[in-house]
């Protein structure tokens, strides 16, 4: 059965340090792949999206991720993070056979330290 | 504003109760899903909609909750006979997975069931 597996629960880290979440997917074919955030009280934002093409796709707010067909991966990353990018962070998978519907992994909670 | 409403966003109930939430999307969506979420976890998929048509359900959807899309606009999800195991976040989005890729996500309709 198709999964999204994001391994890291909680990620603390320094303003102005780098971020890299993880994403691993299980699936038989290349899925479509997103970053949604979410911050307390807030709906669900869409980061970024890749569907085909270039492995590596700029999104809003500074992020960006790469798709990793060897790894199953699709890691989120920030060069420099800001205080208000502290929220939940989803990856979402929706596959090519029953493209109708996203699948989202756990979350990890992500904390900024000033 | 991501254009989804959701009402009521909070709703305390005691078990044994049957509760509706609803959800308003701009008209220009014709998808529509229903997620659940529960603390510390990822959106889980319910239910979508193509115009009225509920095109998938999931095997969450017990026989106590029912959906729909009576004109293609608005939707309502029923819980019927609340269960504590209900308790959870019920979110709404709306958007064209297939083009756009996007789903927009209404902010959500808490449920506690005492």
């Known amino acids: 059965a198709q999964s999204v597996t994001q391994p890291d629960i909680h990620i603390t880290v320094s303003e102005g340090a780098s971020l890299e979440l993880r994403c691993n997917y299980s699936?038989?074919?290349?899925?479509?792949l997103f970053w949604y955030v979410q911050s307390p009280g807030q709906g669900l934002q869409l980061l970024l999206k890749?569907?085909?093409?270039?492995?590596l796709v700029q999104g809003i707010k500074g992020f960006e991720a790469e798709f990793k067909r060897s790894q199953s991966s699709f890691n989120l990353r920030k060069p420099s993070v800001h205080w208000s990018d502290a929220a939940e962070y989803f990856c979402?998978?929706?596959?090519?056979?029953?493209?109708?519907?996203?699948?989202f992994g756990a979350g990890t909670r992500l904390a900024v330290h000033p | 504003d991501t254009g989804v409403s959701q009402d009521p966003r909070h709703k305390i109930t005691k078990r044994g109760q049957n509760v509706t939430f609803r959800c308003d999307p701009i008209?220009?969506?014709?998808?529509l899903y229903w997620y659940r979420q529960t603390l510390g976890q990822g959106p889980e998929f319910l239910t979508y909609?193509?115009?009225?048509?509920?095109?998938?359900k999931s095997r969450l959807l017990s026989d106590r909750f029912s959906a729909e899309r009576p004109k293609g606009s608005f939707s309502t999800l029923e819980i019927q006979r609340t269960e504590q195991g209900d308790s959870a976040m019920y979110l709404c989005?709306?958007?064209?997975?297939?083009?756009?890729?996007?789903?927009?996500f209404g902010e959500g309709s808490r449920l506690t069931v005492l």
């Open positions: 979402a998978v929706g596959f090519s056979g029953g493209y109708n519907k996203l699948i």
């Open positions: 699936y038989g074919a290349t899925p479509y």
């Open positions: 890749y569907f085909s093409g270039d492995t």
């Open positions: 008209s220009e969506h014709n998808r």
């Open positions: 909609f193509q115009n009225e048509a509920q095109l998938e």
């Open positions: 989005a709306a958007g064209d997975l297939l083009n756009t890729g996007e789903l927009f």
